[in-house]
């Protein structure tokens, strides 16, 4: 694991930008394409953005695939990350994406984990962007995660600091209305990845980043996995850094 400690929020997104666009390109040239994954939330806000701003990627050649998302919630919530990937990211492209994989928890999550799971099986992913949670969560694999399970996605019960922290960021009017379950990417699927560029700021993920990069690997602890991973870096501003050693 190489860890990247800016001097700035803006700074941390340009390097995590910048390394996952090389992956990116390493892959369309030696093997014609690329897929990638993308996390959502408060926290990609900026590092889309450099993502969007890198030359020389010819997203035509790039399937993308979704992270995590709500049970229950149609895309025209303003909290629906189907919602949030189109409108700040494959919706910005300068072309379209070779495919664009979103997860619809809406009506029938289970075939959702199935029919998408089906793809993704058949597909090596080169680069994972994704965060950190407050609760140390990876997608929403919240503690004690599954780190046996090789479903692709899973469905999975959020935990009430899971919840307070969607409300916390604005998603939702009020506690009640942040859903119960969510269909996410496993732990395993996501470790699968070749190259994993994770983008973690603000001060509230210091003691997540803390526990996931100082402590012990375990699925309370559910980013330290991270840990073994063969290819992961993980960037980070001055705040979310702070309490590292």
Aim: with cysteine; aromatic share 6%; proline share 7%.
């Amino acid at each position: 694991m190489k860890i990247w400690i800016s001097k700035h929020k803006l700074d941390m997104a340009s390097a995590a930008a910048t390394d996952g666009a090389a992956h990116i390109r390493e892959a369309i040239a030696a093997n014609g394409g690329a897929a990638i994954i993308l996390a959502t939330g408060a926290s990609q806000f900026e590092m889309l953005d450099a993502l969007l701003a890198q030359g020389d990627i010819d997203w035509s050649r790039v399937t993308v695939f979704h992270l995590d998302e709500y049970v229950g919630l149609p895309i025209t919530h303003p909290a629906s990350f189907r919602r949030y990937l189109q409108e700040r990211f494959i919706g910005r492209l300068p072309v379209p994406p070779a495919a664009f994989h979103g997860l619809d928890a809406e009506t029938d999550p289970l075939e959702t984990c199935q029919r998408v799971g089906a793809i993704l099986a058949g597909q090596s992913i080169d680069v994972a962007f994704i965060g950190i949670g407050e609760n140390a969560h990876l997608a929403f694999n919240d503690p004690p995660a599954d780190f046996d399970t090789e479903e692709p996605f899973i469905v999975v019960t959020l935990d009430a600091a899971c919840r307070q922290q969607q409300l916390g960021e604005g998603w939702f009017p009020k506690l009640s209305a942040v859903p119960k379950q969510a269909v996410t990417m496993s732990i395993r699927q996501i470790m699968k990845s070749r190259h994993i560029v994770c983008t973690v700021p603000d001060e509230r993920k210091a003691e997540a980043v803390r526990a996931a990069i100082d402590g012990p690997v375990a699925p309370e602890i559910p980013a330290s996995i991270l840990q073994v991973h063969a290819s992961t870096s993980v960037y980070l501003d001055p705040p979310a850094g702070s309490l590292l050693r």
